[in-house]
């Protein structure tokens, strides 16, 4: 069945960088768009952007385009989501999210478990 | 980009009962456009409803979507254990996907 493992749980001091993991199995990777969502506590879901498997092109939010990366490596069907100068407002719950369809403007499913991101000092 | 508002907040019924769920858009939205998940803690959040009123494969009858230009509602017709959750509305079709704020549905 289609599936996205997130990597494990991270603790990062303010300032320190931080890349997030999203292995995908079940389906051909390279043909579906993968979003990442964030969550912080007590919050509603935050979109930060999409990456295109086949191309490696990337849609940012614009309030992440300075210190987010997404990135993905074919050969291993994974994607991945690098923070730079983590704040404390970076605490969240980040999770990959692969579009329903193959192409681009549409729901989201499935999406990762989630990767608990704390930042603090 | 398109601001959802979701009401009510919390949503206290019993199993057994009906939830209606609401999701405002501030702008018009495409009933092509809009989506419902469902929430619980420490899982992945799933797919319920696209397209404003498509059920995800798998998703049991009693979830149903309806709505069109700035007013979404989600149905439960009869609440299951296993319904107690946070649902989302999403908007998909623009460059800025926006989330709702979220309606937990607790039992009473």
């Known amino acids: 069945q289609v599936q996205l493992v997130q990597s494990g749980a991270e603790v990062k001091k303010p300032g320190a960088s931080v890349r997030v993991s999203c292995k995908a199995s079940?389906?051909?990777?390279?043909?579906?768009?993968l979003h990442w969502v964030r969550q912080a506590p007590g919050q509603g879901f935050e979109w930060m952007g999409w990456?295109?498997?086949?191309?490696?092109?990337?849609d940012l939010e614009e309030r992440f385009q300075d210190r987010v990366t997404m990135t993905r490596d074919t050969s291993i069907s994974t994607a991945y989501m690098e923070i730079t100068n983590l704040r404390s407002d970076d605490t969240a719950v980040y999770y990959c999210?692969?579009?329903?369809?193959?192409?681009?403007?549409?729901?989201?499913?499935?999406w990762g478990q989630g990767t608990r991101v704390t930042v603090s000092s | 980009e398109i601001v959802l508002t979701q009401s009510p907040g919390t949503l206290s019924l019993s199993p057994g009962e009906r939830a209606t769920l609401s999701c405002r858009a501030r702008q018009t939205v495409s009933s092509s456009d809009l989506a419902w998940y469902q929430h619980k803690p420490g899982q992945a959040p799933r797919l319920l409803i696209y397209?404003?009123?498509s059920r995800a494969t798998g998703i049991p009858d009693r979830f149903s979507g309806s709505g069109s230009g700035t007013d979404f509602t989600l149905t439960i017709t009869r609440l299951e254990p296993e319904d107690f959750a946070v649902y989302y509305c999403h908007h998909y079709r623009s460059s800025h996907r926006t989330f709702g704020q979220g309606t937990k549905v607790e039992i009473k």
């Open positions: 079940g389906y051909t990777f390279t043909e579906y768009y």
């Open positions: 397209d404003a009123s």
């Open positions: 999210a692969r579009q329903g369809v193959t192409w681009l403007g549409a729901w989201f499913d499935p």
């Open positions: 990456i295109n498997p086949h191309s490696g092109v990337t």
